[in-house]
């Protein structure tokens, strides 16, 4: 018989305590698959309900009660389509009941629940319980662009018989198709203080039912969306998607010569060939920006702030309040300010200090395209060089916004930038630029819920404090190319450009 030395009793209790944690794992996941918890302002009309009862009054004292109020474990899809104002043209029955390769039925997909946990998950395979179809036949593709242009030409603000008040902020959010980071994001501008006297604008380069019916569940606030038209869901054969008579990236200019593909003579400076992957955000971000200021009869007389988010940033609820003072203050600066940046990638954010500190410096791409900030007067500026914008060979909306603003404009732009206690952050570690394996933005928000949590008394500055300039060393503008394809050139510029039409092919006037 073996002798029990010290080591194999640990062990072994080890092995006990291993099994025992397995079990209690197990019954958890049991009891949540029959239970999900929905808070009861979410029964009583989506997120945020209405503007009367849409918090409980004994929640509402404290930030914990309101951080309690967060955390959800599970909304189902049902819940989220009986709080949903229908969308103006639906999709044809052949669509909803089409059977897709290897997925089940879209009507059996929209029966499973729309996980969107606050606790720590695999955040990969919930991004939309609807697929992400890229092979629509072509009477489903005219479809779904027909329901998105009926969108645009309504110009509907949702929750507009609420809040009948001005518009006091415009806040604007580029929506992908990560719709728990989108989840994450509303959650967050739900806790804005006076959130409920802005327009949020949501602007989509993906047609998924689950994200509009997420976005179309929101009453805390009034809200409009808007399509971009020319996406890779209907055009996924042909450009601006991914033709397959187009040279492949790397084929270099001899071989796509001889291989004979479209747009053989149109390389980047790198010799590499666009990639519709990445092409399709900068020509988002222009045509909801031109759309937003040239194109939209709600907002034409809107002189007021416009703040620009992204699907996976994360804002502090003192995000106007802030704001606020930075308009005002920039008032009494000597020195000119264009833009104002809500947002940086400070590594070790601190709100234990001086929340109120900022510096003015030079905008600079990498640093302060988050949480950017500015009024109608100041697009007026960029305006005359969106031609630079559409031509410069590079295919990230920020890179080329700071060559045109440091190259083209009268005065390079100046930026007022909140130091070390930003009021927007960047949650996402899985999209374009990100490859992490496992994805995991509730992780992220559930540590900044609890730093402000703990230092809720350091939020709602009365003034700003101005430091001295940090000292940014940035790097010299090099063009990281992928914008070489005449295509697309053409392509963004009939976006402002009434003479400039699409490429071959496509419609004008979107």
């Not at 606790?119 to 329901?147: G, K, M, R």
């Not at 270099?252 to 001889?258: D, P, V």
């Not at 927007?424 to 509730?442: D, E, L, R």
Request: aromatic share 10%.
């Amino acid at each position: 018989m073996p002798r029990l030395t010290p080591q194999r009793m640990v062990r072994g209790t080890a092995y006990i305590l291993a099994a025992l944690m397995l079990c209690h794992i197990v019954l958890m996941l049991n009891n949540s698959k029959f239970s999900s918890p929905i808070p009861s302002y979410l029964t009583s009309g989506g997120l945020g309900s209405n503007p009367v009862d849409s918090v409980p009054p004994d929640e509402e004292t404290s930030i914990a009660g309101r951080r309690r109020m967060a955390s959800i474990k599970a909304i189902p899809v049902e819940l989220l389509q009986r709080f949903a104002r229908p969308v103006p043209q639906h999709l044809p029955d052949q669509f909803v009941q089409s059977q897709l390769p290897d997925r089940p039925l879209l009507t059996q997909q929209l029966q499973q629940p729309l996980l969107l946990t606050r606790t720590p998950f695999n955040f990969t395979p919930v991004e939309d319980p609807l697929p992400l179809i890229y092979s629509l036949q072509n009477a489903n593709a005219t479809a779904i662009l027909d329901a998105m242009l009926a969108i645009n030409a309504e110009h509907e603000i949702l929750n507009a018989q609420f809040y009948n008040g001005p518009i006091t902020e415009v806040i604007v959010v580029q929506v992908h198709d990560r719709i728990g980071y989108l989840y994450l994001l509303i959650d967050s501008l739900r806790r804005v203080k006076d959130v409920e006297d802005c327009l949020l604008v949501f602007s989509h380069d993906v047609y998924s039912s689950a994200i509009n019916a997420l976005v179309r569940s929101i009453r805390f606030a009034r809200v409009l969306q808007i399509f971009y038209p020319y996406i890779k869901q209907i055009y996924f054969d042909r450009f601006p998607g991914n033709d397959p008579r187009d040279c492949p990236r790397d084929a270099g200019l001899y071989r796509a010569r001889q291989l004979g593909c479209n747009n053989a003579e149109w390389p980047d400076k790198y010799g590499h060939y666009r990639e519709s992957k990445y092409t399709q955000t900068k020509h988002h971000w222009l045509y909801k920006m031109n759309r937003l200021f040239e194109r939209s009869p709600v907002l034409a007389n809107f002189t007021g702030q416009f703040v620009f988010l992204e699907e996976d940033h994360y804002v502090v609820e003192d995000l106007l309040h802030m704001l606020r003072l930075m308009v005002a203050a920039r008032k009494d600066l000597s020195q000119n300010v264009e833009i104002l940046t809500l947002g940086t990638y400070e590594k070790k954010p601190d709100f234990t200090r001086n929340t109120a500190q900022v510096v003015v410096d030079k905008w600079v791409s990498s640093f302060h395209n988050m949480g950017m900030s500015f009024s109608r007067a100041i697009w007026d500026q960029i305006k005359p060089c969106l031609p630079a914008f559409c031509s410069f060979d590079d295919y990230n909306w920020d890179w080329s916004l700071n060559h045109i603003l440091t190259k083209c404009t009268k005065r390079p732009f100046q930026t007022m930038v909140i130091r070390i206690s930003p009021r927007v952050f960047h949650i996402g570690q899985c999209g374009v630029h990100h490859k992490n394996k496992v994805c995991n933005p509730a992780l992220l928000s559930s540590k900044l819920d609890r730093m402000l949590a703990n230092n809720i008394a350091k939020l709602y500055p009365d003034q700003l404090m101005f430091n001295a300039k940090l000292k940014i060393r940035a790097r010299a503008l090099k063009p990281n190319g992928g914008w070489g394809d005449l295509r697309d050139r053409r392509l963004c510029s009939s976006f402002f450009n009434s003479s400039e039409s699409p490429p071959s092919g496509l419609p004008y006037g979107m």
